[in-house]
């Protein structure tokens, strides 16, 4: 009864109007932040944290928690639409809502993804809700152990995520836990790989590298095939839209797993937005049916097992939030300060004392998702038929906003590097089906993996392996990545009849990025051998497994002629499909331009980057959008000036006042210093 009238008290004062308007406020502030990849709501929270001085605590937690729950959700419009993830949270959910645009299903996959939404924030506020009184012994147990195995649990995910490329997933998993080490080790202070640049001391920006491996690939495709990413839609806006709605609807009881799985692991400090929707999509894959020929071509599945996670989260990282002090994410961590703003003590008092209040923030997080998805349902008509545009009118716009989005990481010059570096590395292993999921989500959990090993060696010693939890995590990880082998064998007629296909070796071109990547592991185990031992344990033992895996994987590159195995009748798996899985990622089909002009307009659009990167070391960036903007509309297409002229001011103005004026960002040094003395000196008003 406590705590149905806490409930209830705290639904009274939230429908204050003050209140109301400031959570819609919120929402609306986070729609637009979720639009523009890379930034993410931190970076709103921070700016509004100022703002709640004044404010009661209802209000100030309506108005963060508004903009905290929905910028999940608006960061699918640009994933969905343009491959672009919005933020981290929203990588998976490019695998199928691109490939949905291009078949002019984008309002269904919109529509889809925002009930998706709004169910998994509802059903994520209603387990916090229920959680808070009871969740404080499950959390004590949790220890550096069970955070482990969970971190490693995700890693055994890229098994299912690498498609019918289970050994190129390991490899690339691996490559990514290497590169999550670069920089200052934490145990000992030895700087790992940093290249003797001060940038890399603090570890290799995920930002940039998301934005590289997973928008400019799309981008690049996009500007190959010169035209729009769909010719015509599939559906009305209102008919897509209704499509999507029913869609979620029926996969019910996906959304509810996913909604479970994004609760559940939210409440995990160190566990974020990035690897939890790998997770559901990864769950949805293994066990929905016909998941293995149908997800990452367009598979609505795809896109509502992500985006139910995403939003569950929010309800399950306030619980540790709340209950201990301890943020469930880097956006709680903001949320605290609004704690001490209003002198709120996180700890027993947030579920005795002062229980109206945390339901006060269940109910900001359900409203805010009601509030959000209705906003995103009234536009995404209008948001589907950006993907019927010219490729000359949504390029410019979205590689000028990748380029600021990318900037965010550190506000340093270095991150404009990484993210040219990883969009050339992520396009290359898109063309050679080398699975891009496996490398981020090593990047994200490599240092999670590390840190927690060591406490556990310290804390525990040789015991932490004996726990409960940690077994159990260990043996499904297990099984999990032993599982593609075993399917592999059994859908090729057995063990013998798999090995009667392996001949002579066949050098191909494609061998030469096996040679690139096992020779930059290479190279990073021989710079790593003379460190510290706490330093390098680590990076050797997971270098030495992906230079293992990678001999394997070559071996099979260059040997294996199925051509040579005698015909086998595979058994039919769950739910009777049969054949090999698919590549678990984007498909590329450029079979109407040649190998040569494929590469010839990839070079063109790297170039592009190449040369914004120029103006923009001796202009500064802010001038250097118009005359981009301008250049790549007149020379791919020549588009009018009628056309040409606006758009380039408008997105000028627009990034100024947003990006320069409200968020005060500190722009890369030029040559000529600032971003545009020059400009200031005939502009006074600037």
């Not at 590097?417 to 992520?426: E, I, Q």
């Not at 185990?525 to 497994?545: C, E, H, Q, T």
Request: aromatic residues 12%; positive net charge; glycine residues 10%.
């Amino acid at each position: 009864m406590d705590m149905l009238n806490a409930a209830g008290g705290a639904f009274v004062m939230l429908m204050d109007p003050f209140r109301i308007f400031m959570l819609f406020t919120g929402v609306f502030l986070g729609l637009i932040i979720g639009l523009l990849p890379g930034i993410g709501g931190l970076v709103g929270l921070a700016l509004l944290l100022p703002f709640t001085f004044s404010m009661d605590a209802y209000a100030a937690f309506a108005l963060l928690l508004g903009l905290g729950a929905v910028t999940s959700t608006a960061d699918t419009i640009p994933a969905v639409l343009f491959g672009v993830p919005g933020t981290s949270g929203s990588q998976a959910t490019v695998l199928d809502g691109l490939p949905m645009s291009k078949k002019g299903e984008a309002g269904r996959a919109l529509a889809a993804a925002y009930t998706a939404s709004l169910m998994g924030g509802v059903f994520g506020a209603f387990l916090m809700a229920l959680a808070l009184p009871m969740i404080r012994p499950v959390i004590l147990f949790i220890g550096s152990p069970e955070l482990l195995a969970l971190a490693v649990f995700g890693i055994s995910s890229v098994a299912v995520l690498s498609g019918s490329a289970p050994l190129r997933g390991l490899i690339a998993a691996c490559f990514g836990i290497l590169l999550a080490m670069i920089g200052s080790d934490p145990q000992t202070g030895t700087l790992r790989w940093t290249l003797d640049t001060l940038y890399l001391w603090e570890g290799l920006p995920l930002v940039p590298a998301v934005l590289g491996l997973f928008a400019l690939p799309e981008l690049c495709d996009l500007a190959i095939q010169r035209t729009s990413i769909t010719k015509d839609l599939k559906f009305n806006p209102r008919e897509g839209m209704l499509q999507g709605a029913k869609d979620a609807v029926r996969h019910w009881w996906l959304v509810l797993r996913c909604s479970w799985i994004g609760a559940g692991f939210g409440a995990v400090p160190g566990i974020g937005s990035s690897v939890i929707d790998w997770l559901a999509y990864g769950h949805a894959a293994r066990t929905e049916k016909g998941a293995d020929k149908t997800f990452g071509t367009g598979d609505v599945r795809g896109v509502i097992a992500p985006e139910s996670a995403n939003n569950a989260k929010e309800g399950g990282s306030l619980v540790p939030t709340i209950v201990f002090g301890v943020p469930g994410s880097a956006g709680m961590a903001i949320l605290l300060g609004a704690f001490m703003i209003h002198g709120l003590v996180p700890g027993p008092d947030m579920i005795t004392k002062n229980l109206q209040v945390s339901y006060a923030m269940v109910w900001s997080i359900a409203l805010a998702n009601i509030f959000g998805a209705g906003l995103c349902f009234a536009f995404s008509g209008y948001f589907a038929k950006l993907a019927t545009l010219r490729y000359t009118l949504i390029l410019p716009i979205i590689m000028s906003i990748t380029y600021v989005g990318a900037f965010q990481a550190s506000r340093n010059w270095g991150d404009l590097y990484v993210l040219l570096m990883f969009g050339l590395f992520g396009w290359t292993m898109k063309q050679l089906k080398w699975p891009r999921p496996p490398l981020i989500l090593g990047m994200i959990l490599g240092s999670i993996i590390e840190r927690y090993l060591f406490i556990s060696i310290q804390r525990y010693g040789v015991e932490w392996f004996m726990r409960p939890v940690v077994i159990f995590f260990f043996a499904i990880s297990f099984i999990a990545i032993l599982r593609p082998f075993l399917q592999d064998v059994r859908t090729q007629g057995g063990l013998r009849n798999m090995l009667r296909g392996y001949g002579r070796p066949t050098f191909k071109p494609s061998t030469l990025f096996y040679i690139f990547i096992l020779g930059l592991m290479t190279l990073m185990l021989i710079d790593a051998s003379s460190w510290n031992f706490s330093a390098k344990v680590v990076p050797m033992v997971v270098g030495s497994l992906g230079l293992f895996l990678g001999a394997i994987s070559l071996f099979n590159h260059l040997t294996f002629r199925p051509e040579l195995r005698p015909q086998a009748v595979p058994r039919p798996g769950r739910g009777g499909e049969t054949g090999p899985r698919l590549h678990m990622d984007l498909q590329t089909d450029h079979s109407t331009l040649s190998v040569r002009e494929t590469i010839r307009r990839a070079s063109v659009f790297f170039a592009w980057l190449v040369g914004f990167m120029a103006s923009m070391s001796v202009i500064g960036l802010i001038p250097t959008v118009p005359l981009f903007v301008t250049a790549f509309m007149r020379y791919e297409n020549k588009e009018p000036w009628r056309i040409v002229a606006p758009m380039a001011i408008l997105l000028t103005i627009f990034i100024y006042f947003v990006f320069d004026q409200a968020l005060t960002i500190p722009w890369p040094p030029t040559y000529l210093g600032g971003w545009a003395p020059w400009l200031r000196d005939y502009i006074p008003s600037l």
